[in-house]
């Protein structure tokens, strides 16, 4: 349970990246946050989990100010995962031992290393327990973060496009075991992403930012032509395949977009940034 | 638990590798008590431990060995750990002692003393140069090098500079004292300027048993300070960020844990003189053998110290025997080649 009430942030005296943000999200969500590049969704997430300090405004984890809570006792509340996975030399069951860190004392117990090991299982990363994360793909380093995140055992998880790196299907699982794991833990799940369908697909509330704040909030009922052109400045269409609702973007039905304009060109079909990573 | 088996089998093999690693830093540390120009061997040192070896076989493996190699093993490990710390918390492959300005300040210290404040002065009549007040030198060297540190630290806190500034910032500070201990030399007698030189050189057989008791107190407790933090350096390696998110107090314990390898590396510097290599090298050797995982790293890289030091003092003393070669640049000889060696050998291969 995450509450965030007047949240603003900018960095040193520069111009504000959120500006009064506020928002609930329930145990046992599954919270999209989506919005245009440079909107703060990165940023809002780092504030709730108190990697970056917010300038003004609070943030409630479970009812208790954030601030007032240690870094340590945040931890074992709210996990965090970091926008691109970690490329370092330690074993994948290493990598995703530190999710335990928040709990355990000098040494992991054997029921640490078990969560660990079913963590490992459930993003189906067994066979390559005793690899380096350094020598796996993005894909793969992306999942070993996902399972390090939920070895920790959250309340409260927090990812920053946890996607960018996955192929179709592995987007696809991970956002399942992600909804499956808010239901069968009673967990909130806050997902910054970009992909509108994978987000009507496996979340079920939808947070748009615009120009630094919440823009808007709410159920299915939000993700309307309206308010996707709006935020993305792109005109689409919603429509339901086969009971499945889409949002297919219809630039060229734009006015000045597409046809005549050069901007068609631009529209984002795939984000050059995530490519390279 | 298929998974959590093998997991425990991996852990084993670390276990062992740093036990062997162990058993062969004491098998080293017995071979260098046994090597010597005076003829005293293993048979000799069994009789001294037993009590029934002669007077002068006694003073010579206890007083003059003995301190010597405890010392390698002592500043071995204390300048292996203090890099490996450096290393995981600036994020930088490159960050030792030596980059970051702390030996430089220590070279700076004991030149003030020795050309300044007088406190050494070459001596034709015995081996060379003695230095007449190593106190003075030490305590010099060792100022001039949490000098440094200080700097790199509170610039870095006074800006909330990254890894990448504080990694620069040593350089430029080495610079400066390197420039400053030029100065000195330039305007020094030539007497005072050999003594300068023969103490940067390094030697381990500069320390008593006090001042081997104060470095080995402070190694101890550094070591002891990173090993506790072992899970915080591990978080650090998947970036800020994300240490963060795992509950590490970043800023805390960068600094902290800066502040305390600085201090064990600006010990052992004082006290023995200029040693680059080992600081720099010996975390990466190590990180060959067992990977980034500091709970094996950090003692596997104290060893590595410890035993490259060991050894490279022993093959000093004994290449053109009786004289002993600077164990500065016996370091150089002998980890550079091994070190170019591991790191292509492996790149080959992955």
């Known amino acids: 349970m995450i509450s965030v009430d007047g949240l603003g942030f900018s960095y040193g005296s520069g111009a504000a990246i959120l500006d009064r943000v506020a928002f609930d999200a329930a145990a046992g969500r599954c919270v999209a946050v989506l919005g245009n590049n440079g909107a703060g969704k990165s940023t809002l997430v780092k504030c709730v989990a108190r990697i970056l300090e917010p300038g003004s405004g609070s943030v409630y984890v479970d009812g208790e100010d954030a601030a007032s809570l240690g870094r340590r006792e945040l931890a074992r509340r709210v996990a965090y995962v970091a926008q691109r996975g970690s490329h370092d030399r330690l074993t994948v069951f290493d990598s995703v031992l530190l999710g335990r860190t928040p709990h355990m004392g000098y040494e992991p117990g054997r029921e640490d290393l078990d969560i660990v090991a079913s963590a490992i299982d459930r993003l189906g990363l067994g066979g390559l327990a005793l690899r380096y994360v350094d020598e796996l793909s993005g894909g793969e380093a992306q999942k070993v973060a996902l399972a390090r995140a939920l070895a920790q055992r959250p309340r409260t998880l927090l990812l920053d496009e946890p996607t960018s790196n996955l192929d179709l299907r592995n987007q696809y699982e991970t956002m399942a075991i992600l909804r499956d794991e808010a239901a069968r833990s009673n967990m909130c799940v806050i997902v910054v992403m970009h992909d509108l369908n994978l987000a009507l697909r496996f979340c079920d509330r939808f947070l748009f930012m615009k120009d630094r704040t919440v823009y808007a909030y709410g159920g299915p009922e939000v993700v309307d032509e309206g308010t996707v052109r709006a935020v993305y400045g792109v005109p689409v269409a919603v429509e339901t395949v086969r009971g499945v609702p889409v949002v297919v973007p219809m630039p060229s039905y734009g006015e000045g977009l597409g046809e005549q304009g050069g901007l068609g060109r631009r529209l984002p079909v795939a984000e050059p940034e995530e490519e390279s990573a | ?350």
């Open chain 2, 1 to 350: 638990m298929d998974t959590r088996l093998a997991y425990e089998g991996h852990v084993r093999r670390k276990r062992l590798f740093a036990a062997a690693l162990a058993a062969l830093t004491v098998a080293a540390a017995v071979a260098a008590l046994c090597a010597g120009s005076s003829g005293l061997g293993l048979g000799d040192l069994v009789a001294a431990l037993a009590g029934r070896a002669s007077r002068r076989a006694s003073v010579v493996l206890f007083n003059i060995r003995l301190p010597r190699v405890v010392t390698a093993v002592v500043a071995g490990a204390g300048l292996a750990s203090a890099g490996l710390a450096m290393q995981g918390i600036l994020k930088n492959p490159l960050a030792s002692a030596s980059t970051l300005g702390i030996s430089q300040g220590a070279a700076f210290g004991a030149s003030f003393a020795i050309v300044a404040l007088g406190a050494g002065l070459q001596n034709q009549s015995l081996d060379g140069v003695t230095i007449l007040n190593p106190y003075l030198v030490s305590a010099c060297a060792f100022a001039c090098s949490m000098l440094s540190t200080g700097i790199v630290l509170g610039l870095s806190r006074l800006r909330s500079a990254t890894p990448e500034s504080m990694v620069l910032s040593g350089v430029a500070l080495s610079t400066l004292f390197a420039g400053g201990t030029t100065l000195l030399q330039y305007f020094a007698a030539d007497v005072k300027v050999a003594a300068v030189v023969f103490w940067s050189f390094g030697d381990l057989g500069r320390t008593s048993w006090r001042e081997i008791a104060v470095m080995s107190a402070v190694v101890a407790l550094s070591l002891a300070y990173h090993l506790a933090n072992r899970w915080s350096y591990n978080a650090l390696q998947s970036g800020e960020d994300q240490a963060k998110g795992l509950g590490v107090n970043v800023e805390r314990s960068r600094l902290v844990g800066m502040l305390v390898s600085s201090l064990a590396a600006a010990v052992v510097v004082s006290y023995v003189g200029i040693i680059n290599f080992i600081g720099l090298v010996a975390p990466h050797i190590a990180r060959r053998f067992v990977g980034g995982d500091y709970r094996y790293l950090l003692p596997a890289s104290a060893l590595t110290g410890a035993l490259l030091l060991l050894l490279a003092d022993t093959a000093a003393r004994l290449v053109v025997a009786p004289v002993i070669l600077p164990i500065g640049a016996i370091t150089s000889f002998l980890g550079a080649p091994l070190f170019l060696y591991l790191l292509f050998r492996r790149k080959g291969t992955s």
